[in-house]
């Protein structure tokens, strides 16, 4: 908790350095997002700025990093989180836009292996021994995390492979941990897979709780225009579309 408290007021500090206009003359928009849907938000920030002219910033994390960082500070107009509990606490301590919550998508949990390995193709085969690291995002902070622990839970094979478990910080580092040869499998998003050949596994949802992913306007946007207009195109046609070719399913 020390290290929270130290760390979230020097990260606002540091993004508030950043907060300047640009070369057009209009400040850019930060928006605070879930690893998984970091380039759904990207692609939705191109069409944003191709309306409005103004240049939006991207800072993908683990939704419950996100959350901290908001609530000490970090001057995000928009957050979108992979958990629906975490917008929930921004709003219920004032620092979230209540009127402006949604649920934006619902993520898809994937499963892949190491190269070299047999591609996994139930979540069981991870009690095999020659699975020896499993990459998982921290359960604490990351929903993708929790779903994949209750996927163990739910296969019958938590008590054979929790000491083989390795915590990543978010779904994008746990798949780093598998392209870079230091995991065996890795539990990770639909939306950062999306293009794997071989595909990924789709853990089957009835393994897991639905990962329903909710936004809102944070206190610092919620008089910004801009933030306003940017969920606007993230909840349009438009934006559904985008979300879509991503792996994200409204």
Not at 37 to 45: F, K, P, V
Not at 84 to 103: E, P
Not at 124 to 138: E, G, M, T
Request: aromatic share 6%; charged share 15%; hydrophobic share 45%.
């Amino acid at each position: 908790m020390k290290a929270t408290a130290c760390i979230c007021p020097c990260l606002a500090l540091a993004v508030l350095a950043g907060c300047h206009s640009t070369a057009t003359g209009k400040q850019p928009l930060r928006i605070a997002v879930a690893a998984d849907a970091a380039g759904a938000a990207r692609d939705i920030g191109t069409a944003f700025t191709a309306q409005t002219g103004i240049p939006t910033v991207v800072v993908p994390g683990a939704s419950g990093v996100l959350e901290q960082q908001i609530a000490g500070g970090a001057p995000y107009g928009v957050f979108l989180s992979a958990d629906s509990s975490f917008v929930d606490k921004l709003i219920h301590s004032g620092q979230g836009d209540a009127a402006s919550a949604a649920v934006y998508s619902h993520g898809t949990l994937v499963l892949v292996s190491r190269t070299g390995l047999p591609d996994v193709r139930t979540v069981r085969d991870l009690a095999n021994a020659r699975y020896q690291h499993i990459s998982v995002a921290n359960p604490a902070v990351a929903p993708y995390g929790a779903a994949a622990v209750q996927a163990l839970h739910t296969a019958g094979i938590w008590p054979q492979v929790k000491s083989r478990v390795v915590y990543a910080g978010n779904v994008i580092e746990a798949l780093q941990q598998v392209s870079t040869g230091n995991s065996d499998a890795a539990f990770t998003s639909l939306t950062l897979t999306i293009n794997r050949k071989p595909p990924a596994m789709v853990v089957p949802a009835a393994q897991y709780r639905p990962i329903a992913q909710k936004m809102c306007v944070t206190k610092y946007g919620d008089r910004s225009p801009a933030a306003l207009q940017w969920v606007k195109v993230l909840m349009s046609r438009q934006g559904t579309a985008i979300l879509a070719a991503h792996g994200l399913k409204r």
